[in-house]
């Protein structure tokens, strides 16, 4: 029986490595944590930001959708694997100094929020041009 | 002389207040910080992401203009004030546990990037099916 041999990333070497070479070196921050944005991969509309931990990127690109770590409940978080509302992998991008991603995705089940919307984006801000209290508005 | 009185954000009450109500009531983490990912406000391209602290999302508002907290730097970084790369906010969305923001913006200057690309994600993740090294690859 074989298994597949886990994921490596590469090591974070100088500034310019990081910025225009082709090795994957992502940055975790203190808690062991990177930014992961998930857009739609046809609309690019934002569907959530959540974090992962080294574990749950590798847990990612093997199993081809997305897992995060959940800061709240302090564990893996494979979204869907419940509700059937898993992500897709089709593109994982990084940033600059590598330290966010973005997966690009298809949305399986009823929509990304746990709210039943499509997104989890669905108010934004409104602030008064006098300054005060900041509320929020329904994104149409 | 009148000076603008500053912005104030709500109490974080209950879950559902905080996921269905219009109070604006940002959840900073323990380093005081919320995740901001900017994006293109006609395309919805993803140009950046990075922190805001409770100061500069203040300053965020009042000036109508991107302004951050460099983690790096340890300091407020009103992006494009050396360089003209401001990011023009047309609006700012907030997620269901509002802890984590959408600035919808125009970008001027030369692009978003340092790098002097459009945006910070010009990379993407390449995982062999066999698992083993990780590697990047440029978006076309």
Request: proline share 4%.
């Amino acid at each position: 029986m074989t298994t597949t041999p886990p994921y490596q990333f590469g090591p974070r070497e100088s500034k310019k490595v990081i910025e225009e070479d082709l090795v994957f070196a992502p940055k975790f921050d203190e808690h062991g944590l990177i930014a992961a944005m998930a857009v739609d991969a046809h609309t690019d509309e934002a569907l959530m930001l959540a974090y992962m931990n080294e574990e749950s990127l590798r847990m990612t690109l093997e199993k081809g959708q997305a897992v995060y770590w959940s800061r709240s409940r302090n564990q893996l978080w494979h979204k869907g694997e419940t509700s059937g509302e898993f992500q897709e992998i089709v593109e994982i991008r990084t940033d600059c100094d590598q330290d966010a991603l973005i997966l690009r995705v298809i949305q399986h089940g009823g929509g990304c929020c746990h709210t039943k919307r499509n997104n989890c984006f669905y108010r934004k801000v409104v602030a008064p041009k006098q300054g005060g209290l900041v509320k929020l508005a329904m994104v149409e």
